[in-house]
């Protein structure tokens, strides 16, 4: 029986698509059998971001309604060994699907697969209800601002009363600059705020919005900071220990002009 | 030297996330409705004015946190800020 994970946010545009590609993409360079999920119905996106569009036949829609098998609905990412996507509808809407087929759906799947990998869709509705109904794993993304954190405190409350325990934090697009000026909030501030465990700290990098151009995954780059903390993070799902990169010099505004007039040299 | 640990805390705009944040999440997490807040109000003046003569206009009701003391962990706490205008007869405090 494979693991059946979430990825979810409540606020959308923080990344989660993003995030489901790579940490798939990732598991499966690892020598994992994968499916990802899209579980937005209507507004379906990760065929598009892992460049899969053109291939798709048949849909999650379709599979749970019979109309195809399982296997006939999945595409085989070829450039990957053993990833595999299951598109959402595109022309249906999140009632299509209950929580109950969703169940089946991934639990005929994880029979499959090692991981199946689940794309959540934002808010905390039906979609929301239908994503996590077959999970037993689930991974929170939030980017550092105000609004998304909020979003994600809630929806790890919803997890937790939906059984979920343990939710593991993504923190996506940091921008170390800001953080050093003060002007984001760090690592640590969004811990102690949502209080779970961190999986994986994302800085914000230009090459993710290339490669999703391209419809490549960034974690097959190479030289990308962004695809290295996603390999950091595959390899934590996989149970490593993998220390976490040190994006962080925290040094605040005071320090900072103490530095400049050589002010902290006499503390040393 | 405080000058400049002022300065720096002002211009800070992540600490006045975080603190934005930490607020607005007690008032999420506790789940707790402007109505029920009514309601608690409603229930303290009933209360209080068996005792007290009160400033019913001017009572305050907010949730917010505090640092406990037995492990300074912040835990929310409701405070309430009650005018009083003068005591009851036959009240020994």
């Known amino acids: ?268 | 030297m405080d000058l400049f640990k002022w300065f720096n805390r002002s211009t800070s705009s992540k600490d006045i996330a975080k603190e934005r944040l930490k607020l607005v999440l007690i008032h999420d997490r506790a789940n707790v409705s402007p109505q029920f807040l009514e309601m608690i109000k409603g229930e303290l003046i009933k209360v209080i004015s068996d005792y007290m003569e009160i400033d019913e206009t001017g009572l305050e009701i907010k949730l917010t946190r505090t640092k406990r003391e037995i492990d300074d962990s912040t835990v929310p706490a409701l405070v309430a800020n009650i005018p009083i205008k003068r005591m009851k007869g036959n009240v020994n405090i």
């Open chain 1, 1 to 268: 029986m494979g693991e059946v994970i979430v990825v979810t946010s409540g606020k959308g545009g923080v990344g989660k698509t993003t995030t489901t590609a790579n940490i798939g993409t990732g598991l499966a360079l690892k020598g994992k059998s994968v499916v990802l999920v899209d579980a937005d119905i209507g507004l379906r996106n990760l065929d598009v971001v892992m460049g899969l569009e053109n291939r798709i036949v048949y849909d999650l829609v379709d599979v749970v309604e019979g109309v195809c098998r399982q296997r006939q609905a999945l595409i085989k990412d070829k450039r990957f060994p053993n990833l595999y996507l299951l598109p959402a509808a595109q022309t249906k809407d999140k009632n299509a699907v209950n929580p109950e087929q969703m169940q089946k759906l991934t639990g005929d799947l994880a029979e499959e697969f090692d991981y199946v990998i689940l794309d959540c869709p934002a808010g905390i509705e039906q979609g929301f209800k239908n994503a996590i109904a077959g999970a037993n794993k689930a991974i929170v993304v939030t980017t550092p601002e105000v609004s998304a954190v909020r979003d994600a405190d809630r929806i790890i409350g919803l997890l937790e009363a939906s059984g979920l325990r343990n939710p593991m934090l993504i923190i996506n697009r940091i921008k170390m600059d800001m953080v050093k000026r003060g002007d984001m909030m760090n690592i640590d501030d969004m811990i102690d705020i949502l209080a779970i465990d961190l999986l994986g700290v994302v800085p914000d990098d230009d090459l993710i919005v290339v490669s999703t151009n391209r419809g490549e995954p960034v974690i097959a780059i190479e030289q990308s900071l962004a695809g290295q903390a996603y390999r950091n993070i595959v390899r934590r799902v996989l149970g490593e220990d993998i220390p976490f990169m040190n994006l962080e010099s925290e040094d605040g505004f005071f320090k900072r002009v103490a530095k400049l007039f050589g002010l902290n040299k006499k503390k040393q």
